[in-house]
């Protein structure tokens, strides 16, 4: 019988941009084509769900849905349908503090970030009339999805990341590669640690460092992303009560086994603040919720 030795691993680096961000991927492999070909196929899978996940993109599948849906049911795929699924769940458990039919929302928000300007009043009240979770229906049997009104934009940016990351983690796995990190944004995933480490050590936005070992890390808030506007900040995350960005100054951080619900956590979080923490913790067994406010 053969010794089989211990192979030597290495640490590769790479960084591509995927669903508008930077997305670096850490891999410990035993030689550079290994730790290429498994990386092409992570990032290559990542770029799959983009395609079907992104309101940005103006041929994904997500955008035929908005299109195709009204009024009746329309198949999708199975990524899309789950991803879908836990986004409606998590409105329906936040009441709707977590949408993912804020779309129209966000496109206003968008807008108002280039001229400066806050939509008006007529504006903002036609947009929000085609917002809400409730406008969504989820058939699991045909796997389909039914919208209830016309110029409905669904928006899974505040999930679709977490998503992604599981995914890349998976394809790594299927090449062998355990011991890998992968971060989209404030979204991270990461599996064994480095073969000389205990966990991978991650640098905080705020400061200082943590560690993270097999699960996620999500971070969302309104300090990254906001448009200031008489004297106000708007950040990209709209609270649904308003629908226009939140205007507090907040900082979520979720830890969960996965990154889909680290992810959505998150951003639910920020919306909810420090008092839906216990909320969360009991509905989701096993994460761990940190909020800044102020
Ligand atoms: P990031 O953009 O840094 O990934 P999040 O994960 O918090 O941060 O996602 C924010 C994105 O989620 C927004 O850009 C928008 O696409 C979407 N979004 C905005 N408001 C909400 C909301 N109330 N519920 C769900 N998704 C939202
Ligand atoms: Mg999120």
């Not at 089989?4 to 941009?17: D, M, P, T």
């Not at 998976?170 to 991270?188: E, F, K």
Request: charged share 25%.
């Amino acid at each position: 019988m053969l010794n089989r030795v211990a192979a030597r691993l290495e640490r590769f680096e790479f960084s591509q941009i995927r669903m508008g961000v930077d997305t670096p991927i850490i891999v410990y492999a035993p030689s550079e084509s290994q730790a290429i070909e498994a990386c092409r196929a992570a990032y290559s899978r990542i770029s799959q769900l983009e395609q079907q996940m992104s309101d940005y993109r103006l041929d994904s599948e997500l955008n035929a849905v908005c299109k195709e849906a009204v009024g009746r049911w329309r198949r999708v795929s199975r990524e899309l349908f789950y991803v879908l699924w836990r986004a409606h769940r998590l409105a329906q458990q936040t009441d709707g503090a977590f949408d993912p039919t804020v779309g129209v929302l966000v496109r206003l928000w968008r807008e108002a970030r280039r001229t400066e300007r806050l939509p008006d009043p007529q504006t903002l009240q036609e947009a929000r009339a085609r917002a809400g979770y409730r406008l969504m229906e989820l058939c699991p049997r045909r796997r389909a999805v039914r919208l209830r009104a016309e110029g409905m934009q669904l928006d899974l940016g505040g999930i679709a990341k977490g998503y992604a990351c599981d995914h890349a983690l998976r394809v790594l796995r299927r090449y062998g590669l355990t011991r890998a990190l992968i971060q989209m944004g404030g979204d991270i995933v990461a599996g064994d640690p480095p073969p000389d480490a205990p966990a991978w050590r991650i640098a905080l936005a705020e400061g200082g460092e943590t560690t993270l070992v097999r699960g996620a890390l999500s971070t969302s808030g309104s300090t990254e992303q906001f448009v200031e506007i008489g004297g106000v900040r708007y950040a990209h995350i709209i609270d649904p009560r308003t629908g226009l960005g939140l205007t507090k100054l907040i900082l979520a951080r979720v830890r969960a086994r996965d990154g889909i619900t680290a992810d959505s956590l998150a951003t639910a979080a920020a919306v909810l603040g420090a008092a839906g923490i216990p909320r969360l913790q009991r509905l989701y067994k096993g994460v761990q919720i940190e909020v800044r406010e102020g």
